[in-house]
């Protein structure tokens, strides 16, 4: 009989994954991460994923379904591979996806590492996504529901590590979901969805930033792309490449905030125009395809909430070149740029 480690976040899709995993024979065991105590993020008792609530749902889930159920601590990893990492990015000017870092460091190495300890034969999760063989190599597909669809945070998987794992509800959608959860009398049928980071429950990631580190960071200037100052800014940390809402600028016209000057400690306002991009660089890339010897065309995502765009890309050296035809807007050092082809994913790396 097959083993399978049920990564469970307390939410309804993690919770109808081992259902189905159950129902297909396996032998399962529960597995909740906990990746911090919510006095450490600020809140007494919020629901956010993986947090002490969750634990209880997942808990109350894998009894109703006659599975062990265990803790993994992993709060020292969670700390070092994405807090630190999400308030580095943020005061090196960029804007992290820490998402995509949990996924990569703890559910996909950490959890594939304790499947490894107990001798278990996959990881399951409850991501919208599927993985296919495909002449012998695996690859990420998108998952059918395409307003849930997750692939974009998981490019990072390793070919070992999509040979060990299973996402049960790839071909499903969100409705689907719920109904089995309400029809088996699952406690968080009707749980909300996690709309915010985990550990920025508040949506505040500045306020977060400052609390964590102790740090001030200084106010500046703002300044147009001529280099007139325009207005004063309230700190680096607090603006997004794209923002226009709660600039706290006047200047007769809708202004966005085009660049970050971390040596002057500025920050660059434009037009919408002075937004768009026809072309990037990417790191730290993961190839789920093989990798390309020549320029090859496809689509990409450069957040995760957009549209594919047609582009062209290729490798030079440890770097991708990402060049569009149409000009892509507010890309992001730090963010992730994503390859598709049709419904695969063929990789993705970090925009710098």
């Excluded at 996924?103 to 919208?128: A, I, P, S, W």
């Excluded at 849930?148 to 689907?176: I, N």
Aim: with cysteine; glycine share 8%.
């Amino acid at each position: 009989m097959k083993k399978a480690i049920i990564a469970m976040s307390g939410g309804v899709d993690s919770s109808v994954a081992a259902y189905f995993m159950k129902e297909k024979g396996f032998e399962c065991i529960g597995a909740t991460m906990k990746l911090y105590d919510n006095e450490d993020i600020g809140v007494s008792r919020e629901k956010t994923c993986c947090s002490l609530d969750d634990i209880d749902d997942a808990r109350a889930v894998a009894r109703k379904l006659g599975m062990p159920y265990y803790v993994f601590n992993f709060k020292d990893e969670f700390e070092q591979k994405v807090i630190d990492k999400f308030i580095r990015t943020y005061e090196q000017g960029g804007t992290p996806n820490p998402c995509i870092d949990c996924n990569r460091y703890l559910k996909f190495e950490k959890l594939m590492q304790r499947m490894n300890e107990l001798k278990y034969d996959y990881v399951v999760t409850g991501h919208y996504a599927d993985i296919e063989l495909v002449n012998g190599r695996y690859m990420l597909k998108k998952g059918t529901d395409e307003s849930k669809d997750q692939s974009y945070v998981l490019y990072s998987l390793t070919q070992e590590q999509l040979a060990h794992t299973l996402f049960p509800l790839g071909r499903m959608s969100k409705s689907e979901i719920r109904e089995i959860a309400e029809r088996e009398g699952f406690v968080n049928a009707k749980k909300r969805d996690s709309q915010d980071i985990c550990f920025v429950p508040d949506g505040n990631y500045s306020a977060f930033i400052e609390g964590h580190t102790g740090k001030a960071y200084p106010k500046g200037n703002f300044v147009d792309c001529s280099g007139n100052i325009v207005g004063e800014h309230s700190g680096i940390i607090k603006y997004t490449i794209g923002q226009r809402k709660g600039l706290g600028v006047a200047l007769g016209k809708p202004v966005y905030v085009c660049k970050k000057d971390l040596e002057n400690n500025t920050v660059i306002l434009g037009d919408e125009s002075d937004l768009m991009c026809a072309h990037l660089e990417a790191e730290d890339f993961n190839w789920i395809a093989e990798k390309p010897q020549d320029t090859i065309t496809c689509k990409a995502k450069t957040r995760y909430n957009m549209k594919e765009v047609p582009c062209t890309a290729h490798c030079e050296g440890d770097k991708v070149i990402v060049d569009f035809p149409s000009p892509v807007r507010a890309v992001t050092s730090g963010q992730a740029v994503v390859l598709y082809d049709g419904e695969y994913v063929l990789g993705g790396g970090t925009i710098i």
